[in-house]
Structure formats: C-alpha cells, structure tokens
C-alpha cells in the first residue's frame, strides 16, 4: 500500500512542477534583453520588444524589421502556437510552431534567470541556432520571490547554478 502512495506523490510533484513552469509563462509577455540567432546578434532585427504567450496556446512573436543585415532572418509572421514539456529532470523545453515565421520555430530550452539588482526575472530560450533572453513584463519580483526561486530550482543551469543575472543592462 505504501508504494502505491509514493508512486502517486511522486506523479502529483511531477505534475505540480510542471505547471509552476507553464504558469508563469501562460499569459506572459516578456521585453527582448538579448536575441542572437545563429550567432548573429538580432537585437535590432525586430519591431516588437517582446515575445507573448496568450493562455490559448498562441502566441506573438517579434516581426522582423529588414534591416540591413537583418534581411536573411524569415520572420514575416507575428503569430505562433507554443507548448512546454519536460525531457528530462530540470530540463524544460517550448516548443514552438510558425508555418511562415522559421525564426522561432522549433524546441528550445527553459532556464529562468533572476536579477536581485533590478528585480527582475528573466527568461532564457536556448537551442543549437538561437537564443533569447527577455524579462517578465508587469511582475512584482519582491511579492513572488518564493515563485523566482522555486523556478530557478526548477530549470537550474548546470553552468550558473544560482541562475543569476546581476544588473544586467
């Protein structure tokens, strides 16, 4: 009897871990700090500042501004589907699909980064040929400091175990 009761303990933390992950990026929009997508710093690539995950499944992604150096990135549609799902222990991914926008599409990496500096809590999206970093709009970092840590439990970073971001600009 007390291996069933473990075995479902076991399912119910693995699910509540989960969803402590998609909550906070469920109806979220989160302001572009770093963007480089193979290799080539996008920063000024795109119109919008951000990235938003509508509690639908959809979601709105930077349009591309053609810039000079910009003109090669295929990013001419702003919306997108996202899902979250967990390979392994600490290893959440987003997977995210855009029939016109290759930009975004594909699985990338979860590792939420906190600022004690200013405050702030970051999201950090990593795969082979991208990488974003964006910060949480509209969130008290000092009222949900339980919820930054217990992220950053969540998606530690073998390279950065504290997953902190000190002052970044």
């Known amino acids: 009897m007390n291996n069933k009761l473990w075995i479902i303990f ?24 770093k963007i480089f997508i193979n290799g080539y710093d996008a920063f000024f690539c ?10 639908d499944g959809t979601m709105i992604l930077m349009d591309n501004n053609n810039l000079e150096g910009c003109d090669t990135l295929d990013s001419p549609a702003r919306r997108g589907k996202w899902e979250i799902y967990q390979k392994k222990v600490k290893k959440y991914y987003l997977k995210i699909t ?19 500096v200013n405050r702030l809590l970051y ?40 997953n902190q971001l000190n002052g970044l600009k």
């Open 10 to 33: 076991i399912l119910i933390a693995f699910v509540s871990c989960s969803n402590e992950v998609e909550d906070i990026i469920n109806g979220s929009s989160w302001d572009k700090r």
């Open 123 to 162: 999201l950090n999206l990593r795969s082979e040929n991208f990488y974003y970093l964006g910060a949480k709009f509209l969130f008290n970092y000092n009222i949900n400091i339980n919820k930054v840590n217990k992220l950053i439990q969540l998606t530690q970073d073998s390279l950065d175990p504290n």
């Open 46 to 55: 795109f119109y919008y500042s951000g990235i938003s995950f509508d509690r």
């Open 98 to 116: 855009s029939k016109q926008n290759s930009v975004f599409t594909g699985e990338h990496r979860i590792i939420f980064y906190k600022d004690t």
